[in-house]
Structures are given as C-alpha cells and as structure tokens.
C-alpha cells in the first residue's frame, strides 16, 4: 500500500485498507434526481455518445499508486450528466448509500455552454444485515468535469461515511473561457480519506472558489489536496479550507496556486485555517505558490492555533460555561461554509453531527 509523503514527518497511510477485503462486484446504492433537461447516462450509453470524453476521463489521472490503479481496474459505476446549452436553474443530486460495500465510480459532468446549475452529492454509509463482516467500506470516486463558455455552476460535496471507511477522491474540472466554478466539500465521516481537487483555468476571465472542512476526531486521517492552475489570462482562484481536529485526529492540508509563463493578469489566492482541540491531534500545512510570470497578485497563508482564549474568555465572563463556549466557537468556525449548501436539512445533518461529536469537548 501507498504511504503518503510529502516532507520530513509529513504523512498520511492507507495501511488500514486490506484490498483483498473489497469487494468490486457490490452493487452499490446511488440515487440520482436532476431537472427535467438534464441527460442522464449510463455507462452503456455514454460510451457510445461521448467515446473520447470517456477516453480522456480515464487518462486523466496524473499520479498513479496502487489504490488508483484498483479503481481502474475493478471500477463498478460509471455515470455521464450532460447540462445542455443555453438552460438554466438545473438542479442535480445524487446520494450515495455505501451498505459496507465497495464503490469505484467514474462521474462525467458536462457543462454546455451559458448553462447553470447546482450539484449536491452526498454519502453515507450503514451496515447492511447481508453483507460480510469481512468486507470493509470504501469508495472511490474519479469525477471529471467539463465547463462550456459563460457556465456557472456549483458543486457541493457532503461525506459522512461510516467511521471504518475509507475514501479516495479524485476531482477534476477544466474550465473554458468566462466560466465559474464554486467547489463546496465537507468531510466529516471515514476512518481515512484522501481527497484531490485540481481545476484548470483554461479560459480568459475563468474564476474558482473552493471552500473545504474537515471535523475530525478519534484517529480519523484526512489527506486534503487543493490545486488550481491557471492557463489564461485574467483568470482568478481563492481556495480556503478549514480544519478542527479532537482527540488522535491527523489532517495534512496541500495547497497549490500554479500560474503558467503565458497567463497574465492573474490572481490566486489560498488559506488554510486548523483549529486543535486536544494536544494529541496532528496538522500539517503545505501551501505551495508556482509562478512563471511577472504579471500576477498571488498570497497563500496557514494559520493554525487552539480555541481562541480571546474569545473563550469572552464568552465566558457572560455566564456561558467553557464547554458551552468552545462548542460554539467551533460551530461558528464552520458556519460560514455549511451556510452555502443548497439545502436546509444537510446543513442541520452537518451541524448536529459537529455537535453530537463536541459532546466529549473539555
């Protein structure tokens, strides 16, 4: 198995994971609703619609190990949503129950030009009365997504998987010409999950925002790669992802702006915020700036830190007892990102499972 490193005492492992314990031929449950224009494929009929996306998806995996290499071969769900030009107010979601299965998707997205849409993906996990104790959770998913001209689209992602999985999640999107792209991703279950998210800003004016959390507690790992490169001129990116780890947790955050000698007038931005709610919890923040011009305005900052004593003194000298104190100051830290789900009752399931889990918080 891979052993994740990217720097003296920096690391993440997946040893946990016993693939002779998957099981590939599991039929997971995924349910997928969409507005009434959007094309919905199987993988049947998207290899006969869109053979060479379906080829260029598979060869877009820039590092390969031993987990993407399993997903590729044993990958048991594929699936190709089309947005067609010109339309408007598209509505897709799609919820993934794993049932102590093994999940290897392929998703395609393609965003026609001047569409607009929301995407909400969800995934939780349960134990199935059927399924062998000796298999274990895990998903893995390649997403693939393809923006037109003058699309605007936002992708949230919501993982609450069960606390003995484990999760690979490999992202991309390519973004063309006056394009937007809003990625949303919050982390909360899984015993290990490493999750890449890379945009290419192919198009002039082509601007990204990705917003990341992570809650973890117990020894959940979490390996959080966030890359935006920028191929255009006046092409804008602003990554910002936040952290609160209780108890062994280890999170490793990378980030990188990459600006090529040829994309002028560019601006990327990236921050990476940790708060550490017990002495044992392990951060670790590699940002990361390339740039090949003279022609840009790029910053990136790490900040990590315990619960404000500020702000916990605060809240205390007005009769609020510490516990109290330090649980809302964590659920005000992610508040800003859960507020922006399209959907009132994820964004409770995320703030009650935040706050069932603070309930050891001393």
Known sequence: MPVFKYGLGIF????????????????????????????????????????ELIREAFQLIEKKNKLVAFHQAFFNH?????????????????????????????????????????????????TSSTSSSKEQHF??????LNAGENAKLQYFSIQDLHPEAYQCNYRYATLAAQC?????????????????TLTHLQGIGSTSTTQ?????????????????????????????????????????YRGLVKIHPHARNCQGYQRNETILLSKEAQSNAVPNLEIENNEVR?????????????????????????????????????????????????????????TKRLGALQ
Request: with cysteine; glycine share 4%.
């Open 12 to 51: 993440t492992s997946a040893q946990g994971l016993q693939l002779d314990a998957l099981n590939p031929l599991s039929q997971p449950q995924l349910t997928i609703t969409a507005s009434p224009a959007v094309e919905v494929l199987s993988m049947q009929q998207a290899t006969q619609a869109y053979p």
């Open 78 to 126: 594929l699936t190709v949503i089309r947005i067609p030009k010109g339309t408007t107010g598209n509505r897709i979601e799609l919820h993934l129950n794993l049932l102590a299965t093994t999940f290897l998707d392929y998703l395609i997205i393609i965003a026609e030009p001047n569409v607009e849409a929301t995407i909400l993906e969800t995934s939780t996990s349960s």
């Open 139 to 144: 998903r893995s998913q390649i997403l693939f």
């Open 180 to 196: 937007s792209l809003h990625w949303v991703d919050c982390q909360l279950g899984s015993k290990f999950t490493q999750s890449s």
């Open 212 to 252: 990341g959390m992570v809650f973890a507690d117990q020894q959940q790992t979490f390996d959080m790669d966030v890359a935006t490169k920028h191929a255009a001129d006046q092409s804008t990116s602003d990554m910002l992802t936040k952290l609160a780890l209780n108890h062994r947790a280890k999170a490793v």
């Open 298 to 354: 790029c910053t990136h900052a790490a900040i990590m830190n315990n619960i404000d004593e500020d702000k916990l003194f605060y809240m205390t000298s007005r009769g609020i007892d510490e516990a109290t104190a330090k649980k809302s100051i964590v659920e005000g830290f992610f508040q800003p990102i859960i507020e922006k789900i399209p959907s009132e009752a994820w964004q409770e399931h995320i703030q009650n499972s935040i």
